[in-house]
């Protein structure tokens, strides 16, 4: 059995509305003392919306980091405080002005665990409704529909790379076979 890890403090280095950057002291296996840098988050929220003709809207942004577009599915982080399910509805109202009928679960995951303990809540979105997009002043999004071959041709030349799309798409994968609609 592999030995707990025990915090013996922790520390905010730096906070702003979304994460807080975090240093915790520690207790390694060796029982020696180090130093853990991590993000620590509410949480985030990514959701498969489907649409009426069997197509799934994905948005197109421009990462700053990577100083390139990307093709992503509809999500971003949760406010402290708020469900999943809610933030789902938040997310997909403010950057796809969507609301849905039917917004299921199917999983959840740890985008990136040796650095934040954020965990992302995927959603499948059905029964869309539109409604008018509230972008917060630091996005723009370009609307895309694609067909599930059509993301599979985009994964496998290197278009869709976005870490949190792929992750989503598994998930989906996954409760289709669940479902034995696959």
Known sequence: MLKKLRRISS???HENPWWSYRQDR???PDDTEGDYFYIKTPGSVAIMAELPNGKFLLLKQFRYLNQTESLEFIGGGMKPGHSPEDSAREEMLEEAGLTADELIP???FNPMNGAT???CFVFLARGLHQDTPKPEQTEEFERVE??????ERLIGNGTLWDGMTLATLSLYRSYLLASKKL
């Open 11 to 13: 520390r905010t280095l």
């Open 26 to 28: 520690y207790l390694r």
């Open 106 to 108: 199917i999983g959840k």
């Open 117 to 119: 303990d954020e965990l």
């Open 146 to 151: 694609l067909s599930m071959e059509e993301l």
